[in-house]
């Protein structure tokens, strides 16, 4: 889920190494920021996730340091921390209050389409006694 301005609080320390450079090392890999970069990138044509995204692109970028001789130690979250509880919670209250919108939008959608058929179909003659 990220820290906010992380990049701006490591920049005075933090640069760019090329991954040539980490040669023989040990290097601690934040799993659930792999998994979640997966999940949402790896789309096939038509923008669906693609099967087992997750495993085959964490699997990748295993290979891809095991061939640069970097040994990867993964680091799994515990829980969320009291700082990125509050975000976290908007974050899912946003998604339901978007996922109630669409919902909503779509039966109106539906009840459109069948108020418009029912005015298109001809109305039956009155039958003659």
Avoid: Y
């Avoid at 005075?12 to 601690?28: K, M, N």
């Avoid at 979640?36 to 290979?63: P, S």
């Avoid at 959608?109 to 029912?118: D, E, S, T, V």
């Amino acid at each position: 889920m990220g820290v906010l301005n992380l990049w701006k609080l490591l920049q005075p320390c933090g640069r760019r190494v090329a991954i040539e450079t980490l040669r023989g090392e040990v290097l601690a890999v934040d799993v659930s920021i792999w998994l979640t970069q997966f999940v949402k990138a790896m789309r096939d044509d038509e923008g669906m996730m693609l099967k087992n995204a997750h495993v085959v692109g964490t699997f990748r970028r295993i290979c891809k340091l095991m061939f640069h001789r970097i040994r990867p130690v993964f680091v799994f979250d515990g829980g969320t921390p009291a700082l990125k509880r509050k975000t976290v919670l908007l974050r899912r209250q946003r998604r339901q209050d978007s996922a109630q919108a669409t919902e909503r939008a779509a039966q109106r959608l539906l009840l459109n389409h069948i108020r418009q058929a029912a005015l298109r179909r001809p109305k039956p003659e009155p039958a003659v006694p």
